[in-house]
């Protein structure tokens, strides 16, 4: 027999480990590779993204590839604690450290190498399936033809292929250094008994707490800073909340005797606190799976469904068509009369008016207010703006007053503004005070700033200013403009920039709705990918601890246990291992929709159940099967 | 009178591949209330299928094994399961003891399934363990303690509930001659003073003197039967001498099978 054909038999025989194994490491190539082909899909490619969105694009492969690594660390690492004692026997049997290096080895690259093929495979399947589904289900259209780029491939076949090799490397080195004799006792030593430290436990949940705090009273102006801390806390306290708090619970259960000696209560809880410290950090990262699935699903769902009132929060008028400084009233106005019978053309109700205003400067001796431009609107023409749209109307100024307006967002970031300020018309200047409030017009090419006066003032502005200075302002009411947000596009497109700024609530949606969709199915796409990995996770973690579960429960059979306790005793186990962390990451997002909530003026606790909703029914469906497969096995013991 | 009657107990083990195995031929045995009943044979002979047959753990391909004038065999197995909790002690050559739970809590495991009262239990595990010289090892963890002591750990449970029998397989396998005595010992003043029905499976001669009776089985049937008269040395001696007319390897290798 050659040493190849030795190696070959070895994995033909201990078909369980191997499978088991060979399943987690091709399962971490599908996931990787199937984020690959998206990436590298040509109109992902040529689709100009903002640049953060860029670089969060490949943050999530980079993650993808960490994550894939560490699992796939860990899955070796399970593999060979398993088959210690083989090798122990190996080497009592006179096998030379060489030959064992170079088994492992071998044994390992065609693991990965089957892997790897494998994965690919499966992930261009699900790639497929995946976007059939997300085009069906949210009729999007076909955002994505099925197209697997060959960068895809290359790129997954050497990541994996040198992550494999390094990783077989790190086993064999961590064999050196153990002695024989440590091989040979294999995985028996593990169960000590769980501790804990009271001051982890207490500043884990300090951290966490302290995390959801800084998100549930973050804001536009904070979220951007916040963001790192709240991970930072987040992250660290989520893996000792699991290590160190889990375990601190279960002992003051145990504490309680007349409790713990209830029925199944001592076996269920003692197997309970081994089950939870053994599977702390398995636990850790299926929460910062599913909370990063939870947390990107429903925020970019709820962005994606809060379009329309972001559209009415940035641009607050359909549509508005500003003269431009050297256009005269006639051009401007054959202009407008065009833009109209267009608009009737395509049979688009609207409602319009034409207001004037006034180009002018502020200055004060506030430098963030300094040489501000303003556009000055008469208190009358205010009004009628507001009519169209059917909003309330702010009182009227005074002859001394103005009222500024500034939109919401913009005034949470800049600075307060004097009580008093000088108005800079033409070459005359004068002092208004100065009341502050939420603009609801659309900001301009030339300002966000808008001033309302009252008539008279507004009269004796006009006096004072270059008579050409003055300009028009043609505004529009479309109700239901959204409906007709394409058709709109298309009118303001063509009109000359010479004459007149168009600036329309169509324009705003229909770049928000394409950033978003592209947005929405990546975090759709990410979600689903992480989801699937920490359902998968704890299923390999069940399988790979399906025969110490057998053993242990046979015993318990052979001192009478019947089976109906048993699979009491397994379900309810079963289920805290897998609800555990789902609820845990459902309270992470939790925080993290209300952070959202805050930013958004649309609601998203709908939008956010739903998310809760869909992925509950998969995790519960993903539990059912794997407790029924675990039921099935535990009945063979009896 | 017969506590336990077993009459033609088959056992054919069958395997995926059609290849059937039988390791008992309609095998019949009666046992004395009171009775300490010890069974030897070759290895691989069928002593521990005839055991877990005995004990309710596995059911025979055919025949029936009567406990108490309650037909075993007939039962369902969740009615078997609950059977054996209140009935039956256990004691394995492996110790059968849970990894999970300290010394104590692996004793009183039996009670908690049964129901009993906090009270009623930590009373009944003070008694138990000092009958057996165990008391200051409850709160310790199974990979804290010797062997022996784990074997009378086993022990204390397999009697805590006050079983009808008790079944042990191999208890002394995986011990020294030292503490081998003290558990062999430990049942025998569980069988005279408690008058507690006792089976034992064994390979050790040593050990199988204790017995007031020995059968001895080969290729799953029955062999010889041998009674304890007053003298132990003389009982001893019988042993070993119907142990050599049996040949075949004596040293078991007890493991665990899955059907
Ligand atoms: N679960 C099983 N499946 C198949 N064959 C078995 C099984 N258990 C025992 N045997 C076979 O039955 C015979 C008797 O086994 P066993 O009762 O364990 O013997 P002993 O305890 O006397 O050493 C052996 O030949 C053994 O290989
Ligand atoms: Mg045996």
Same mark, same amino acid.
């Given at each position: 027999?050659? #040493? ?9 025989? +201990? ?10 490491? $091709? ?51 399970? #593999? ?5 004692? &083989? ?13 064992? +290096? ?60 040198? $992550? ?17 004799? &440590? ?142 400084? +050297?256009?005269?009233? &006639? ?5 407008? &009369?065009?833009?109209?019978?267009? #608009? ?30 303003? $556009? ?135 770049? $928000? ?126 | ?39 030897? %044979? ?26 108490? /004038? ?33 010394? %104590? ?25 000092? /009958? ?14 010797? %062997?022996?002591?784990? /074997? ?39 069988? /005279? ?67």
């Amino acid at each position: 027999m050659t #040493f190849i054909q030795f190696a070959l038999n070895n994995v033909k025989r +201990n078909t369980r480990a191997y499978v088991s194994y060979f399943l987690s490491c $091709m399962f971490a190539v599908t996931v990787f590779f199937m984020y690959a082909v998206v990436i590298f899909h040509p109109s992902i490619r040529e689709y100009e993204f903002h640049n953060v969105v860029q670089s969060g694009i490949i943050a999530s492969q980079v993650m993808i590839y960490g994550f894939s690594f560490i699992f796939v660390l860990y899955s070796t690492g399970t #593999f060979v604690k398993s088959r210690k004692k &083989e090798y122990g026997l190996l080497t009592t049997l006179g096998i030379k450290k060489s030959q064992l +290096n170079r088994l492992l080895i071998l044994e390992n690259t065609m693991i990965g190498l089957a892997a790897i093929l494998a994965g690919i495979a499966v992930g261009a399947l699900l790639t497929k399936l995946f976007l059939m589904v997300f085009s069906a289900i949210l009729g999007i259209g076909d955002i994505l033809p099925f197209h697997l780029s060959l960068r895809a491939i290359g790129l997954t076949i050497i990541l994996f292929f040198v $992550m494999f090799e390094l990783n077989t490397l790190a086993v064999v080195w961590t064999l050196r250094t153990n002695s024989i004799m &440590e091989v040979f006792r294999g995985s028996t030593k593990s169960n000590r008994k769980p501790t804990f430290s009271w001051f982890i436990s207490v500043f884990a949940l300090a951290a966490v707490l302290y995390a959801y705090y800084l998100a549930y009273t973050a804001d536009i102006t904070t979220i951007g800073a916040r963001m790192f801390p709240i991970l930072a806390f987040i992250i660290p306290g989520t893996y000792f909340l699991f290590t160190q708090l889990s375990i601190a619970t279960t002992s003051i259960f145990k504490k309680n005797k007349f409790f713990l000696y209830r029925n199944l209560n001592l076996l269920t809880i003692s197997d309970l606190a081994f089950k939870l410290k053994e599977n702390a950090r398995i636990l850790f990262i299926v929460t910062i799976l599913s909370a990063v699935a939870f947390t990107s699903s429903g925020v970019l769902f709820n962005l994606f469904r809060s379009v329309e009132a972001e559209t009415v929060r940035f641009v607050p008028q359909a549509v508005s068509l500003i003269s431009n400084e +050297n256009a005269n009233l &006639e051009d401007f106005k054959k202009t407008i &009369e065009n833009v109209e019978a267009q #608009f009737q053309d395509k049979f688009i109700p609207y409602e319009s008016m034409l207001a004037s205003t006034i180009p002018a400067e502020m200055e004060s001796n506030s430098p963030n207010w300094d040489t501000t431009p303003i $556009m000055i609107y008469s208190y009358s023409d205010y009004q009628k703006m507001m009519d169209l749209k059917d909003e309330e109307k702010l009182r009227h100024p005074k002859f001394s007053e103005a009222i500024l307006l500034s939109q919401d967002l913009v005034n949470r970031f800049t600075a307060k503004v004097p009580d008093s300020l000088t108005i800079k018309v033409g070459q005359t200047n004068t002092d208004l005070a100065i009341h502050r409030e939420a603009s609801p017009l659309s900001s301009s090419i030339s300002t966000n700033v808008q001033l309302i006066v009252s008539d008279k003032r507004y009269e004796q502005f006009i006096q004072a200013a270059d008579a050409s200075s003055v300009r028009y302002n043609y505004v529009m009411h479309i109700p239901n403009a959204f409906d007709y947000a394409t058709e709109t596009e298309d009118v303001l497109n063509r009109v000359n920039t010479e004459i007149a700024y168009a600036d329309s609530q169509a324009d705003f949606y229909l770049m $928000m709705r394409q950033t978003m969709s592209y947005l929405f199915f990546f975090g759709i796409f990410i979600s689903v990918l992480f989801f699937l990995a920490a359902g998968s996770i704890l299923y390999f973690r069940m399988y790979q601890d399906i025969d110490k579960d057998l053993k242990h429960y046979y015993s318990l059979y052979r001192i009478g246990l019947t089976s109906k306790e048993m699979k009491k005793i397994a379900g309810k186990q079963l289920a805290l291992l897998f609800f555990l962390p789902f609820s845990v990451a459902a309270i992470h997002a939790g925080f993290a929709f209300k952070a959202l909530q805050n930013i958004l003026v649309s609601n998203v606790l709908l939008p956010s159940i739903f998310v809760y909703l869909l992925y509950f029914a998969v995790h519960f469906i993903n539990f059912i099967i794997i407790r029924n497969i675990y039921t099935t096995k535990l009945n063979k013991v009896m | 009178m017969p506590i336990l009657t077993a009459a033609n107990l088959t056992k054919i083990y069958g395997s995926k591949r059609g290849i059937h195995h039988e390791a008992l031929h309609q095998f019949h045995l009666s046992v004395d209330k009171g009775e300490f009943l010890g069974i030897m %044979g070759p290895s691989g002979s069928g002593k521990t299928t005839l055991l877990n047959l005995l004990s309710t753990i596995d059911t025979p391909t055919s025949g029936a094994v009567t406990i108490n /004038q309650t037909t075993v065999t007939n039962l369902t197995k969740n009615k078997l399961a609950t059977f054996r909790r209140k009935e039956t002690g256990f004691i394995f050559q492996d110790y059968n003891l849970l990894e999970t739970l300290t010394v %104590g809590e692996n004793i009183m495991l039996p009670l908690t399934l049964n129901k009993w009262k906090v009270k009623e239990m930590t009373k009944r595990l003070k008694l138990v363990t000092e /009958q057996l010289g165990i008391e200051d090892i409850t709160e310790k963890r199974i990979f804290e303690v010797s %062997g022996g002591q784990l /074997q009378r750990a086993a022990i204390a449970r397999a009697i805590i509930h006050d079983p009808t029998i008790i079944y042990a397989d191999e208890p002394t396998g995986n011990l020294d001659s030292k503490a081998s005595r003290q558990v062999m010992e430990s049942l025998q003043f569980l069988n /005279q003073e408690k008058k507690t029905t006792t089976i034992m499976v064994t390979h050790d001669p040593f050990a199988a003197s204790f017995c007031g009776r020995v059968i001895f089985i080969k290729d799953g049937r029955m062999f010889n039967e041998i009674h304890k008269g007053d003298n132990r040395q003389r009982f001893f001696q019988d042993i070993l001498n119907v142990q050599s007319l049996l040949g075949g390897n004596m040293d078991d290798f007890h493991s665990i099978r899955f059907k």
